[in-house]
């Protein structure tokens, strides 16, 4: 059931993905929501108060999500097929500017509360323990060679989140500004990155 508290909501994510945090007022968020800024006080006493129900409620419901994906799948291989392909739907859901949000919300100059850094905290170790769980069933499973399990965890996360920040258009700090980046990602696609994360970079033996 649509309400107006969700609409609140939905305005203020879109606002703060294309704005970003800092730049976007309750008075923003009540015109896109079409209602009155009193009425956003009547569920929400700021703005802060807002960002944490779209990053509790919201966008770590996203990533649970995309965990559940990942467990119908079977397979190292099929099961980072599954993580990266959820990521892409998040990007396309949240926009090309989701890096950027997250980036300024960790920034320590715009003093977020403790209760928002925990949040995003909880999101990054989610992403973690989840490809973290892929990789590990699949050094039991014979699929990946012996490797420090932990530094390969960080390194697909690194790494994924720059496949879908170049694939999106964007790749920090060029696009600020407006320098087209020297990267042509038209062929890429994810079976092939997936494909490179499997067999890496040597030939064949």
Not at 113 to 129: A, G, N, T
Not at 178 to 196: A, G, K, R
Request: net charge neutral.
């Amino acid at each position: 059931m649509k309400t107006k508290r969700n609409d609140i909501v939905s305005s203020a994510v879109a606002l703060f993905i294309e704005k970003g945090y800092l730049n976007t007022k309750i008075i923003d968020i009540a015109m896109k929501a079409g209602i009155g800024k009193g009425t956003v006080y009547e569920y929400f006493s700021s703005k802060e108060e807002i960002l944490l129900e779209v990053l509790s409620k919201v966008v770590v419901r996203d990533f649970q999500q995309i965990s559940k994906k990942v467990d119908k799948e079977t397979g190292c291989r099929e099961q980072l097929k599954a993580y990266l392909s959820g990521l892409m739907k998040l990007m396309d859901k949240y926009g090309s500017n989701m890096p950027d949000l997250t980036q300024q919300l960790l920034n320590p100059v715009n003093n977020v509360s403790i209760e928002i850094l925990r949040i995003l905290h909880d999101i990054i170790v989610m992403q973690y323990k989840t490809v973290l769980g892929i990789l590990t069933a699949g050094a039991k499973a014979g699929e990946i060679g012996n490797i420090n399990l932990s530094m390969a965890a960080a390194s697909v996360i690194g790494g994924m989140n720059n496949y879908i920040t170049i694939k999106a258009g964007r790749c920090s700090p060029a696009d600020a500004i407006q320098i087209p980046i020297p990267i042509d990602s038209s062929s890429w696609n994810e079976e092939d990155y997936i494909d490179l994360l499997m067999s890496g970079l040597e030939p064949p033996r």
